[in-house]
Nanobody, 123 residues
Framework: VQLQASGGGLVQPGGSLRLSCAAS????????TAWFRQAPGREREWVSC????????YYVDSVEGRFTISRDTAKSTIYLQMNSLKPEDTAVYYC?????????????????WGQGTLVTVSS
């Protein structure tokens, strides 16, 4: 199993970024995949999840309406479209897979992780 996150960078407040997480070694659409983030000096935080099977999506309150998680099964990739970015969104973003269909918000539920991609929101 491999997860390769990319797409981070420096963006001004109010801007947008799209993160990608290329997955290999498992059938993406069968399992829950999630994005977490970790800001300097803070604990890792669950951001969003898309469950296995019929896709349903979930978000932490602070990003609801601004971020959108999606997956492309043909490309075996999940995405996190981030709009209206705020300085408090600055963090390293990680993708992770949980080998069951249902989403969860706790990091211990996810077995495999990507390497992280840094998002910096600053003027």
């Amino acid at each position: 199993v491999q997860l390769q996150a990319s797409g981070g960078g420096l963006v001004q407040p109010g801007g947008s970024l799209r993160l990608s997480c290329a997955a290999s070694g498992f059938t993406l659409e069968r399992y829950a995949t999630a994005w977490f983030r970790q800001a300097p000096g803070r604990e890792r935080e669950w951001v969003s999840c898309i469950n296995g099977g019929v896709p349903r999506t979930y978000y932490v309150d602070s990003v609801e309406g601004r971020f959108t998680i999606s997956r492309d099964t043909a490309k075996s990739t999940i995405y996190l479209q981030m709009n209206s970015l705020k300085p408090e969104d600055t963090a390293v973003y990680y993708c992770a897979v949980r080998f069951t269909a249902g989403c969860g918000t706790q990091s211990v539920l996810y077995r495999d992780w990507g390497q992280g991609t840094l998002v910096t929101v600053s003027s």
